[in-house]
Each structure stands twice: as C-alpha cells, then as structure tokens.
C-alpha cells in the first residue's frame, strides 16, 4: 500500500461529469445516508472520532470501517456454524473484486437483523456499492486490507459456544493473540496509512514508508485494549482471547478466570496482557508522532483513538472489578469529552503529544 504514492484529495474524491467515481460506478446519496446513518449505531466512538477526519477522507474511511464491521459481524455471529463463517468471509472478500459477486448470501444469513450489526450485514450490498463507488486508488488502498483480514478471521472462526460445556474456546499463545490481533486490527492501520497517503498533497516516501512499518502495531495496540475492555463479554459469549500459556503460567485454567478462587492467579494474566498492550501502545504513539504535523485533522483522529486506549488500559489496570462477570469496563463521558478536548490542543505538537500520553498512562 505504501507504493500507492502521492495525490491530492480533489482529485482522489470527486466524480467525474456523470456524477461517478472514479471506479466506474454511481454513488447514491440514498448509500451515502445510509453509511453516514449506520455508522454511530455500530460504534458510537468510531462515528465522533470519524468527525475529526477532513471531509476529504470522511467518506472513504467510514466505507472502509462499514466492511470491517461486517466482517466482524460474520466472524462473531453465534448462530453460524464454523464453516457458514469461513465461506460468508471468504465470499465477502470476493465482492471487493472489481465485477464481484453481491453479497446476497450475507444477506440471507443475517434476515433476521436482530441488531444494528445484523441489519449493517444483511444490507452490505449498499455498502459494497459505495466501496466500488470510491476512486480505483481508494479501492485499492481499502482491498487488499479487507481481504486480508477476512482471510484471517476465516482462519481463527469460532463457533462461539462452551466446547463440551466446560471448556473455552480459546487461542494458545501470545503468538496466535498477535497474530489474530493483526488480521482484525493490524490490516485497519495499514488500510488508514494507505488512504492518509492519498490525501496527503505533500507526502514523503521516506515517511509513510516509516508509518507503513508501524501501521500493525498501531492497529495492535486498540486491538488488544478492546480485548482486555471485553474479557467478560467474550467470556460469557463462550470464547476467550486470552492465551492459553499465559493461564498456565499462572495456574489458572481459561474457563476459571473469573472464579474468585484463582483471583491472583487471572489478575496475573491480566497484568500480563495490559504489559502486551502498552508495548504495541509505545508503537502507537511513534506512529501518531510520525504523521505530518500539517495533517492536523488526520493526526487529531489517531490521536483521540489512541488517548481513549490509554485511558482505558490505565483504568483496566487498576480496576479491582475487572475480573467480575457482568462489569463493564469503559472510561466515563467525561474522559471522552476532557480527552478530544486536550488532543484539539496538543495534535500540532509532538512534544505535548508525548507529554499528554505520559499524562495519561
């Protein structure tokens, strides 16, 4: 993706005389609404961190964030068996080719729309349609990506239920956390670095060849906050991101990281995660720092994504109910309205930004 190079957004994101896209096909303002109306219900912070974006690059990035939260919404369906999963990814992926398949199979796995996350899968025509609406540069900065991380999510498909009532589905090792890690959140950073480039009038090789190589452990570092923030809910879901290893180092079994009795035992494989996440979150923080500072708005987005990861690692590792089943781990209103506040302040400079981070973990 770095290889895409340099272009201004006018040219990148306006239609030509017919009112198309680059990529050859209409972008109708009824898909337009929808993706603008879908996206705070499938993620209310994804939709206010998205408004920091400039209008440029709105668009393109909300498309790109719509398919992978269909993705996801296939690889977390609990009433699909492992190999529905493996062939709706897969087929997914597919419709991202130019004169792909639609998504007609999706949409009769998901009639039911139970959620806000079924109805985005069950309608993810629309959404393909404003994906092959985008210019073809666009296309394939966002491709590749999606495909990869429906390849991965195939791979790691869970069933989504206790496996003979009392064991987890869990993964083995940190290895595999990385790299499951990488396939939903790791191929999201490279994408972004992709599409930044484009917008980028001024971009240096030398530079987003460096972003490039700190894309994954950008996405990492989210990732794996999220996981830690979700630990209950996935548990109680039936599967556990925590590794295996880590619970036996410890010497407590996965399905027992809950039990009051082990409580030592699973708060050690917590501060073993939290200490894996702050690692990648050091990396994330090089890649905000090595945005161009003139891409103020580009730089407010990671930012504030970044800042809200902080802030939610620091509480996890000091929240005594973190290990309780039904608590609910997530920073107060406040601390989001104080953090997209301070990051409005401290964007244009690096050595605030790094003070702030300090600040806040």
Same mark, same amino acid.
């Given at each position: 993706?770095?290889?895409?190079?340099?272009?201004?957004?006018?040219?990148?994101?306006?239609?030509?005389?017919?009112?198309?896209?680059?990529?050859?096909?209409?972008?109708?303002?009824?898909?337009?609404?929808?993706?603008?109306?879908?996206?705070?219900?499938?993620?209310?912070?994804?939709?206010?961190?998205?408004?920091?974006?400039?209008?440029?690059?709105?668009?393109?990035?909300?498309?790109?964030?719509?398919?992978?939260?269909?993705?996801?919404?296939?690889?977390?369906?609990?009433?699909?068996?492992?190999?529905?999963?493996?062939?709706?990814?897969?087929?997914?992926?597919?419709?991202?080719?130019?004169?792909?398949?639609?998504?007609?199979?999706?949409?009769?796995?998901?009639?039911?729309?139970?959620?806000?996350?079924?109805?985005?899968?069950?309608?993810?025509?629309?959404?393909?349609?404003?994906?092959?609406?985008?210019?073809?540069?666009?296309?394939?900065?966002?491709?590749?990506?999606?495909?990869?991380?429906?390849?991965?999510?195939?791979?790691?498909?869970?069933?989504?239920?206790?496996?003979?009532?009392?064991?987890?589905?869990?993964?083995?090792?940190?290895?595999?956390?990385?790299?499951?890690?990488?396939?939903?959140?790791?191929?999201?950073?490279?994408?972004?670095?992709?599409?930044?480039?484009?917008?980028?009038?001024?971009?240096?090789?030398?530079?987003?060849?460096?972003?490039? !190589?700190? #894309? $994954? *452990?950008?996405?990492?570092? @989210?990732?794996? &906050?999220?996981?830690? %923030?979700?630990?209950?809910?996935?548990?109680?879901?039936?599967?556990?991101?925590?590794?295996?290893?880590?619970?036996?180092?410890?010497?407590?079994?996965?399905?027992?990281?809950?039990?009051?009795?082990?409580?030592?035992?699973?708060?050690?494989?917590?501060?073993?995660?939290?200490?894996?996440?702050?690692?990648?979150?050091?990396?994330?923080?090089?890649?905000?720092?090595?945005?161009?500072?003139?891409?103020?708005?580009?730089?407010?987005?990671?930012?504030?994504?970044?800042?809200?990861?902080?802030?939610?690692? !620091?509480? #996890? $590792? *000091?929240?005594?109910?973190? @290990?309780?089943? &039904?608590?609910?781990? %997530?920073?107060?209103?406040?601390?989001?309205?104080?953090?997209?506040?301070?990051?409005?302040?401290?964007?244009?400079?690096?050595?605030?930004?790094?003070?702030?981070?300090?600040?806040?973990?």
């Amino acid at each position: 993706m770095a290889e895409n190079g340099a272009g201004t957004a006018a040219s990148i994101m306006s239609p030509d005389a017919t009112g198309r896209g680059q990529g050859g096909r209409a972008s109708s303002s009824e898909g337009r609404a929808f993706c603008a109306a879908m996206l705070p219900k499938v993620s209310r912070t994804f939709a206010l961190c998205i408004r920091l974006l400039p209008r440029s690059l709105s668009h393109s990035v909300t498309v790109a964030y719509l398919l992978c939260r269909i993705a996801d919404t296939i690889e977390d369906a609990t009433d699909l068996s492992v190999a529905d999963k493996q062939v709706l990814l897969r087929h997914f992926g597919e419709c991202l080719d130019d004169n792909g398949p639609t998504a007609d199979s999706i949409r009769t796995a998901f009639r039911r729309r139970r959620n806000d996350e079924e109805r985005l899968a069950a309608d993810a025509d629309m959404i393909l349609g404003e994906f092959h609406a985008l210019s073809a540069r666009e296309r394939d900065a966002i491709r590749p990506w999606v495909q990869e991380m429906c390849a991965g999510m195939a791979e790691f498909a869970r069933a989504g239920r206790l496996v003979a009532g009392r064991e987890l589905e869990t993964l083995a090792d940190l290895q595999a956390l990385d790299r499951y890690c990488y396939f939903v959140a790791g191929t999201v950073g490279h994408l972004l670095t992709g599409l930044f480039r484009l917008s980028d009038s001024r971009a240096d090789a030398a530079r987003y060849e460096a972003l490039d !190589r700190l #894309a $994954a *452990s950008f996405g990492l570092g @989210l990732q794996l &906050t999220n996981i830690i %923030k979700d630990v209950a809910d996935d548990h109680r879901r039936g599967w556990s991101f925590v590794p295996r290893d880590l619970c036996r180092q410890a010497g407590v079994p996965p399905e027992k990281l809950f039990d009051p009795a082990f409580r030592t035992e699973s708060l050690q494989v917590m501060d073993a995660l939290i200490a894996e996440a702050r690692r990648h979150l050091v990396d994330s923080l090089r890649y905000c720092t090595t945005l161009p500072r003139y891409q103020y708005r580009i730089r407010l987005f990671c930012l504030t994504s970044f800042y809200f990861a902080v802030r939610t690692l !620091r509480r #996890a $590792a *000091s929240d005594q109910r973190l @290990l309780e089943p &039904t608590h609910k781990l %997530k920073i107060t209103r406040g601390e989001v309205y104080r953090t997209v506040a301070a990051t409005h302040v401290v964007a244009p400079s690096n050595y605030l930004v790094r003070a702030y981070y300090r600040r806040l973990a």
